[in-house]
């Protein structure tokens, strides 16, 4: 069976590291302490804040567990340590669609960074996928859901 690993970049490892000590020291107390407000308040069958309380704990404690198995099997990634002219999780690529002018850029993140809207793009996507390991100068076919295209990488950057 071969081992989990959750590739990311450095700054994406210590956001999780952040987010798990707000988690943990902040939401969990939180939640914690609405529900002892709530059971306060009598009788459980009826009561919505209580029904509340325990469904966002579940939430924050689901997360927690989460937020663990993703650090415990980080793989950060050091972008520098691959050729300067090759795709990979980390870096920032340029590439251009055959018969298009308008260039298109993103970086190529771990899965919980992907942010597609900012430029980042997770490193389990159609487009990442495709890219990775190509260098600069090649011909690369994509096949995402929308369809298949071919794009010629332009530029790397780490």
Do not use: C
Request: avoid cysteine.
């Amino acid at each position: 069976m071969a081992e989990k690993s959750f590739p990311m970049t450095a700054e994406g490892k210590e956001k999780l590291e952040a987010e798990l000590r707000d988690l943990k020291l902040v939401k969990r107390p939180e939640v914690i302490k609405r529900i002892k407000v709530a059971r306060s308040y009598g009788d459980l069958s009826e009561n919505s804040e209580y029904d509340a309380a325990k469904d966002e704990q579940s939430h924050v404690e689901d997360r927690i567990a989460q937020v663990e198995e993703m650090l415990k099997y980080a793989q950060v990634v050091d972008a520098d340590s691959v050729d300067p002219n090759e795709v990979a999780v980390g870096k920032t690529v340029t590439y251009t669609e055959v018969g298009e002018d308008d260039p298109e850029t993103y970086t190529i993140v771990g899965s919980d960074e992907s942010d597609p809207l900012n430029g980042k793009i997770s490193n389990d996507s159609p487009i990442a996928q495709a890219l990775i390991g190509k260098k600069k100068g090649e011909t690369v076919s994509i096949t995402t859901p929308g369809g298949k295209f071919d794009v010629v990488i332009n530029k790397v950057e780490a």
